[in-house]
């Protein structure tokens, strides 16, 4: 006899399969390899990429800081972000992210570092 899938055990192969395929897609545009399927803390970027990163999707998406970024004006040859500090109290240092849209992000640094860990390669 065979098994039938439950909704959730569906639900859960859907979303692993949208995961996987979300973290391919930026690993691609960032020009890193994909790493997220050994079980590490990084998605993206093996020892020599030019950066390491941890790809996130579906309903823990920042609404608040996309709009915080929207409302930001767009001036040619400029980058918008948003930085977010914690103020744990006197003496306590801080710390800090920056978020700004990921096509913003390539256009600025992804194709440059791409294309020169290309020629690094070829050159090798």
Known sequence: MAR???????????NRSRGNAI?????AQLGIKRVG??????DGG??????????????AFPT?????????PERGGQLRAVVHVTARGS???????IS?????????????HSSSQSEQTEEQ
């Open 4 to 14: 039938t899938e439950t909704d959730a055990q569906r639900r859960g192969r859907l």
């Open 37 to 42: 399927m050994f079980g590490g803390k990084a």
């Open 100 to 112: 700004m849209k990921l096509e913003d992000f390539i256009e600025w640094f992804g194709s440059s």
């Open 46 to 59: 093996d020892r020599d990429d030019w950066m390491s990163v941890q790809v996130k999707s579906g309903t």
């Open 23 to 27: 973290e391919r897609w930026v690993c």
């Open 91 to 97: 003496g306590q240092g801080r710390d800090s992210l």
């Open 64 to 72: 608040r800081i996309w709009d915080l970024l929207q409302s930001i």
